[in-house]
């Protein structure tokens, strides 16, 4: 009998837990992504999208992305944007990773990255878009943050398809 009453208190704790993280993901879909985006990228107008964001602790950090997909490439995501940002009490530190980011993913063979910078001193204004070298540290060391985003959104997906998510 205790056992069972055990039971029951953790499903209602990770029920609870579960609704947070509802709550959370639903609350910040699109966490104010530029509205402009790089020169040269195709009208998405038709194309799938979906969006998720979440918060992790170990370091202290908020996601959200939306990701796209191509009607004549219904197996890729062909444009993926995210935002990572850090949330530490530093506003130095808090800084770091917010600027939004971009793949696009042209053929499968030419995928281009970007990076959305906000002027100096002002967070506030319009970002410019920046491509990413090919090759360079900084196009390269963007592959664990996208492959990140892809198992955030492959879990959030299995969970809504487990009946977890609305």
Known sequence: MKSSVARAARWHLCALALLVFVAL??????????????????????????????????????????????????????????????????????????????QWDRDGKDVRRFRCEAPAGSASQRCRWRELPRGSAEYDLEMPAILSIYALHARLLAERDAGRLR
């Open 25 to 102: 993901v639903t609350s910040c879909r699109t966490a104010g992504f530029a509205t402009a985006l790089p020169v040269g990228l195709p009208d998405m107008t038709g194309w799938e999208k979906s969006a998720g964001s979440a918060e992790f602790e170990n370091p202290r950090r908020s996601v959200a992305y939306e990701v796209f997909v191509h009607p004549d490439r219904p197996a890729v995501y062909s444009v993926t944007r995210y935002r990572i940002r850090l949330l530490t009490p530093d506003a130095a530190a808090e800084r770091l990773g917010w600027d939004e980011k971009l």
